[in-house]
C-alpha cells in the first residue's frame, strides 16, 4: 500500500511538471533549468514516458493488491437485518395511526 501511495504521488507531480509558455509545476521549481538540461524536445519525451511506466506501475499495483491481499466475498455471518427477520417471534415495526390533519380556524 506504501508503494501504492508513493507511485501515485509521483505520478501526479510528473503529469503536472510539464511546462508550456513557463506553466505548469516545473515553473514553480525553477522550471527553466528542466528544459535547458535535456532540451526542451528530450524533456516532453522523458516526462511522457515516465508518465506511462508510472501509469501502468499504478494500474498492475492496484489489480494485485486487489487479487491477492484483499478479503474475497467471504462473509463472517449474516447481516442485522437478516439475523433480526430468522428470529421467531419478530416483528415488523408498526407506524401509528394516520391522524387527520387539523384545519386552521
Known sequence: MVLEVIISVLLVLVVLMPSSKGGGL???FGGGSVGVVFG???TTDFLMRATQILATAFLVLALVINI???PRG???GDS???NNAN???ATTPQLPP???PVSAP
Request: glycine content about 10%; charged content about 15%; cysteine-free.
Open 68 to 70: 491477492f491481499f484483499l
Open 87 to 89: 428470529q421467531p417471534g
Open 26 to 28: 516545473a515553473g514553480t
Open 74 to 76: 467471504v462473509s463472517e
Open 40 to 42: 526542451v524536445r528530450r
Open 80 to 82: 442485522v437485518l437478516q
Open 98 to 100: 394516520a391522524q387527520s
